[in-house]
């Protein structure tokens, strides 16, 4: 595509997406605000998260395969990687997955930056964005998360927060598999749903280092059609009984407070309660607002079928510059991958994320390499069928002498989520050209398929044993090969750079 096009489709799909944005904004309801003024304590004590039912152990605990699953031998990765040399010679590296001065373009020189990636459990485990922060050499009190997602204490999933508690009574409700989340999506696509009296969420606001910082909290929930009575208290103190009541919609509770404040608990007291997340307060000195809202399993399916003007309703004064979206791996998670239904979903995707972000830039980021486990006894036939036969006499030999043995043949099943995988990412590559979206491989960053195996065999590992996600020092790997790819350093984000 010549430039003047690739431009010229990226500002119209820029105006249709602001109409559609107009269009179902207008036909969304207004916010409902609580505002309520607290108290703010001193001297608060650590959280301390109530403790759940243990569940009763199994009389006899399951005893282990006697064929386990392991990871296969390296001699028949090999003979694999081979034959798809041979096969399919492994095209030029798209240079849409570099650009150095990526970053330099879209980075503020007074602001900074302010982005927000959605994924799965590859970003929700945070290894990755945590080494980008590492490497943008900014101080704790420069970098900020803006809302803490109902994501949290889902196993998987780190946040960036003191710490959070669930107690028993909560269900993890994700709009890419629910009807009623993708309805009332919060701004991770995943809410926290009770209907129990008494359930409770706990959060510590204060900063890595245990200070309170944030005067204001807002409470991110869904007015049901219901009313719905909640108790909060801050700091320990007193509980404040709320009966909300606001038309049918999304909804906050602003908490005010003359000083900082350092915990908030919430209790459900009656009704059925969606809990999206808590928006915190930024800091005069941040650089970078880094708002990760990934779910293990998740896909983009939560992107298609959301409701965009309800979701983009949370966004409305939070002005993205980038946008991101990194799935794959749970799409491509089938024998039978069906590559034009996955490209038409993505379409819808991409579609719906620039309608609620018609000004920021978007980034794709495509899943890794994905291997595959293979029996234990696998293992030693392999080897049997590889040995050489045993020596017969000399008068067997001169009477029938015996043909070179059979190399067994590659099984390809070794890469069967492989090539899923490649072709994943280059729909992703081509939908992004398509809609003014980049697009950046971890497949390809890994050196392509196959490439899963190589990384598990390192020292130290850079692929888990399930040979699907990384090792916290895979997933640094990544992120510095995504910095080199796209200029992410230290020196865009220092003000006044000349961004």
Not at 170 to 184: I, N, V
Not at 254 to 276: F, M, N, Q, W, Y
Not at 282 to 311: C, E, H, K
């Amino acid at each position: 595509m010549c430039p003047f096009n690739k431009v010229f489709l990226m500002n119209l799909h820029r105006f249709l997406a602001c109409a559609l944005w107009c269009c179902a904004a207008a036909q969304s309801q207004a916010m409902a605000v609580i505002t309520l003024e607290v108290t703010a304590q001193a001297g608060v004590p650590d959280l301390v998260c109530r403790a759940k039912p243990v569940p009763i152990p199994a009389a006899t605990p399951p005893s282990l395969p006697d064929d386990p699953l392991v990871q296969p031998d390296m001699e028949e990765v090999e003979a694999v990687r081979r034959e798809v040399a041979v096969a399919e010679p492994e095209s030029p590296r798209n240079p849409a997955w570099q650009q150095a001065d990526f970053f330099r373009r879209i980075v503020d020189e007074r602001q900074g930056l302010r982005m927000a990636l959605w994924g799965d459990s590859h970003m929700a485990a945070a290894f990755f964005s945590q080494e980008l922060i590492r490497l943008s050499g900014l101080a704790a009190d420069q970098v900020y998360s803006s809302v803490i997602p109902a994501t949290m204490n889902r196993a998987g999933v780190r946040l960036p927060v003191r710490k959070t508690c669930v107690s028993a009574g909560w269900t993890y409700d994700a709009a890419y598999r629910s009807k009623e989340a993708a309805e009332a999506p919060g701004p991770a696509m995943v809410s926290l749903v009770a209907h129990q009296p008494g359930a409770l969420l706990q959060w510590d606001v204060r900063n890595g280092e245990g200070v309170a910082v944030n005067k204001k909290l807002r409470l991110l929930v869904h007015q049901s059609a219901q009313p719905i009575t909640i108790g909060l208290a801050v700091d320990e103190g007193e509980e404040y009984i709320l009966k909300l009541n606001a038309d049918q919609g999304p909804a906050v509770v602003e908490l005010h407070a003359d000083k900082p404040l350092s915990t908030l608990a919430l209790r459900l007291i009656s009704g059925t309660l969606r809990v999206h997340g808590l928006a915190l307060e930024p800091s005069p000195a941040v650089r970078l607002q880094f708002d990760v809202f990934a779910f293990p399993g998740a896909t983009a399916r939560s992107w298609q079928q959301a409701d965009m003007g309800y979701l983009g309703q949370w966004f409305s004064n939070n002005p993205y510059q980038l946008v991101a979206l990194a799935y794959g791996t749970n799409e491509g998670n089938q024998k039978n991958f069906d590559a034009t239904a996955y490209e038409d979903g993505l379409v819808q995707a991409v579609r719906n994320l620039r309608t609620v972000f018609p000004q920021a830039q978007c980034l794709l980021i495509g899943p890794g390499d994905r291997g595959v486990l293979v029996r234990r006894s696998s293992l030693h036939q392999s080897k049997k069928k590889g040995k050489a036969p045993a020596k017969k006499s000399k008068a067997a030999a001169r009477a029938a002498p015996a043909a070179p043995p059979a190399k067994r043949p590659p099984d390809r099943v070794l890469l069967q989520y492989s090539a899923i995988h490649q072709k994943i990412n280059d729909i992703q590559t081509r939908v992004g050209d398509q809609w003014g979206c980049s697009a950046w491989s971890m497949l390809y960053a890994m050196g392509g398929q196959a490439s899963s195996y190589i990384w598990a065999a390192r020292k130290p590992p850079l692929m888990a044993q399930d040979l699907i996600h990384f090792t916290p020092a895979g997933y640094k790997q990544l992120a510095d090969i995504f910095s080199k790819d796209f200029g992410w350093s230290e020196e865009v984000f220092k003000a006044g750079a000349g961004n």
